[in-house]
């Protein structure tokens, strides 16, 4: 039998003051059910309108166009590790080779999910041990929820899918019978959230927390089983895969910013509170989860067992925002568990702390109405306010927090199980639906949720040929776009993109080296794809200048017409 450790979510605590509802566990009923249902579907359809975002498309634009040259998942660059590859070539496998474009987003976002569902169940299955059904329901169709939906610069991003392997991790170890099952099951999951990104480790303890929240034996078990399966991973890796680990250090000596090389800063702090107000601005069940965490620790026995609540959930508040601050350039999806976390945080609150339902839903309404109509502020007026927005929002979550643990278990007026459902969703949708800012403030602030395009690229393929093999010298989304393969492992030339730039100290690397051989070795591309706003030839070295003037024609007659952005320059060879 395993033993259930009395803790934060799972545990009550003291007889809490009588709630309004003669009944806590969550209802929703028929009309109730259906109107969640309604609001989610609506909810789904609004974040695939969509495109998803150029990160994401550079990924599967350089495992898709390298793999039809011949270059397998394993070997390929795509600036990312082989799990996040593995996990990629996976969701693609239901695009055909000559979807059009919006087919093809669309089929990618079914695919992942997918996933997503499959892993919701699964997490249900682990919380149902420690929860009542409803509760654990609840919880884990919003974990699950607000994956699906993620803001478009979040979804598919690596930190996206280490999240996803947050929630695998806590269904995993906790849904067997047999603890050692769920030990393994569970430390693999563990392991994955590092696996995907090495950035993102700090949520392999997040995980862990969330599992011994729930029990601490399974926890224990799940941390030896995530150690012992991270040291044979990374043995492994660097016997049968010595180049994951030689991109890994040459990736990691390319981001100056990051504390890992200067320490800790001001100015690192700043960005990354800045970071997170941009985040509770466009998710703003973020806003609200000081509040739902103050009326989960109310739950347990004053004294100790608060205190211990107290740290867990600073601790988990601390880890989510950690991978953002380790990377040290604070791009909005580095912030990616922050919103997963708080849907979840504040699901729990509701499902389980019948007595703070009202003014959780007040507080909720309050933010959600707040931000749809901030984010419809131009980018000017949100750069020129956001410090008094960001502060707004912190002192009025403050107070949020304060109201909601004096007032839970007051005899306040009801609160019907599907208005709390509908608001939540609201809550998790407004950064995907039509037309909204990637960032508050931050970086791509001026960037908006768009549907997917790439004019001019169906004719450019039809021009050259759908099968002609080509060399990209550009950012991997252009590749997706295209659709011709490469025989290039490096499908879209980083280092040499990188050594272009003045004072970078890329061409020392032996990432560097092994790109160029692209130049030197590669005889079958008939075509230069050059995305000249993204690739200096000019600033490059004079070695990769006389290479590509030597095998390509990029003179003006020579060119084939195609996109603005892009210069396509035939082999000398193929000139007609």
Request: glycine share 6%; proline share 7%; hydrophobic share 55%.
């Amino acid at each position: 039998m395993t033993s259930q450790t009395h803790v934060v979510a799972a545990a009550p605590a003291e007889p809490p003051p009588t709630p309004a509802s003669s009944d806590d566990r969550l209802r929703l009923g028929r009309p109730g059910l259906a109107a969640a249902t309604v609001a989610g579907l609506a909810a789904v359809a609004s974040s695939l309108w969509s495109g998803m975002n150029a990160d994401v498309t550079y990924a599967l634009g350089g495992i898709e166009t390298a793999g039809r040259g011949g270059v397998s998942v394993f070997d390929v660059f795509v600036a990312r590790p082989l799990a996040y590859r593995l996990l990629m070539w996976l969701v693609e496998l239901p695009v055909g080779d000559d979807a059009p474009i919006r087919v093809a987003h669309l089929l990618t976002r079914l695919s992942a999910s997918l996933l997503v569902v499959a892993v919701t169940v699964v997490l249900f299955l682990g919380l149902r041990r420690f929860l009542d059904s409803r509760a654990a329901g609840f919880i884990a169709a919003a974990t699950g929820l607000s994956l699906v939906i993620a803001p478009p610069w979040h979804f598919l991003e690596p930190d996206w899918v280490a999240v996803l392997a947050v929630a695998l991790a806590v269904g995993a170890a906790c849904a067997p019978r047999r603890v050692w099952l769920g030990a393994v099951l569970g430390g693999f999951c563990v392991l994955l959230t590092v696996a995907v990104k090495l950035a993102t480790a700090p949520l392999a303890l997040l995980a862990l927390i969330m599992v011994a929240v729930l029990n601490w034996r399974r926890a224990a078990w799940a941390t030896a089983a995530a150690a012992a399966l991270t040291v044979v991973w990374y043995v492994a890796t660097k016997a049968l895969l010595p180049w994951e680990n030689i991109w890994l250090g040459d990736q990691a000596a390319l981001v100056v910013d990051s504390p890992i090389h200067h320490g800790v800063r001001w100015e690192d702090i700043y960005r990354l509170l800045r970071g997170i107000g941009d985040v509770a601005l466009l998710s703003p069940l973020v806003a609200v989860a000081p509040a739902a965490a103050a009326v989960l620790v109310r739950r347990l026995r004053p004294g100790r067992p608060r205190w211990i609540g107290t740290g867990v959930a600073v601790a988990a508040a601390g880890l989510s925002v950690a991978p953002a601050y380790g990377q040290g350039e604070f791009f909005m999806y580095h912030f990616a568990p922050v919103p997963v976390l708080a849907a979840a945080v504040c699901a729990a609150a509701f499902a389980l702390c019948p007595g703070a339902r009202t003014p959780l839903l007040a507080v909720t309404t309050v933010f959600v109405v707040a931000s749809f109509v901030l984010l419809r502020q131009s980018p000017q007026w949100r750069l020129d306010h956001v410090i008094a927005v960001t502060m707004t929002y912190a002192v009025v979550a403050l107070i949020a927090a304060v109201a909601a643990w004096h007032l839970d278990g007051r005899r306040l007026r009801a609160v019907p199980a599907a208005a709390m459902a509908v608001v939540l969703i609201a809550g998790m949708v407004l950064a995907t639906l039509p037309r909204a800012p990637y960032a508050f403030s931050g970086y791509n602030q001026e960037v908006l949720n768009d549907k997917p395009s790439a004019p001019g690229y169906a004719e450019l393929r039809e021009r050259i040929g759908p099968d002609t093999p080509v060399m990209y010298f550009s950012f991997a989304s252009v590749n997706y776009d295209l659709g011709n393969p490469t025989a290039c492992r490096y499908p879209s030339p980083q280092w040499l993109q990188r050594a272009a730039k003045p004072g970078n100290p890329s061409a020392g690397f032996r990432s560097y080296a092994d790109n160029l051989k692209c130049l030197t070795e590669d005889t079958k591309s008939r075509y230069l794809i050059w995305q000249w706003q993204w690739f200096s030839i000019a600033t490059s070295s004079e070695e990769v200048k006389a290479l590509v003037a030597k095998r390509f024609d990029c003179s003006l007659k020579a060119r084939i017409p195609g996109p603005r952005e892009l210069v396509v320059c035939p082999t000398h060879r193929w000139i007609k």
